[in-house]
C-alpha cells in the first residue's frame, strides 16, 4: 500500500509560480512511476506530468511543456512539480499518483493522492 500526500497548492496570479510536493509512503518509491495529474470543476481530471522510476524519462502535457518541470527525489521519496508562467486555465485540483514500473496512462495508475487545490487569477 502506499500513501501519497500532496503540498504546495494555493492562489496565485497570472505569470506566477508554485512548487507542488508529493510525499509517498513507499519503501519501494523508487519502483514507482509517478505522475500529476488535474482536474478543472466540471470536467474531467486529466494527465499533466510523469516521470519514470529513475527520473530519467519525463512526459509532458501538451498543454504544460515548456511551462511545467516534473521531477523526483527517491531519497526523500517525494516527487516534484515546479509550475511557472502559470495560466487561469491551470486552476485545478492536482494530483498526484504512482504506477508500479513504468508509466502507461492514467486509468493505470495504482495509488492516488487527494489532491491540491491550484488557483490561479487573471
Do not use: H
Not at 511557472?84 to 485545478?92: F, I, Q, R, V, Y
Amino acid at each position: 500500500q502506499v500513501q501519497l500526500a500532496e503540498s504546495g497548492g494555493g492562489l496565485v496570479q497570472a505569470g506566477g509560480s508554485l512548487r507542488l510536493s508529493c510525499a509517498a509512503s513507499a519503501r519501494a518509491f523508487s519502483s514507482y512511476a509517478m505522475g500529476w495529474f488535474r482536474q478543472a470543476p466540471g470536467k474531467e481530471r486529466e494527465f499533466v506530468a510523469a516521470t519514470s522510476w529513475s527520473g530519467g524519462r519525463t512526459y509532458y502535457a501538451d498543454s504544460v511543456e515548456g511551462r511545467f518541470t516534473i521531477s523526483r527525489d527517491n531519497a526523500k521519496n517525494t516527487v516534484y512539480l515546479q509550475m511557472n508562467s502559470l495560466k487561469p486555465e491551470d486552476t485545478a485540483v492536482y494530483y498526484c499518483a504512482a504506477q508500479w514500473g513504468d508509466y502507461t496512462s492514467l486509468k493505470a495508475m495504482d495509488y492516488w493522492g487527494k489532491g491540491t487545490l491550484v488557483t490561479v487569477s487573471s
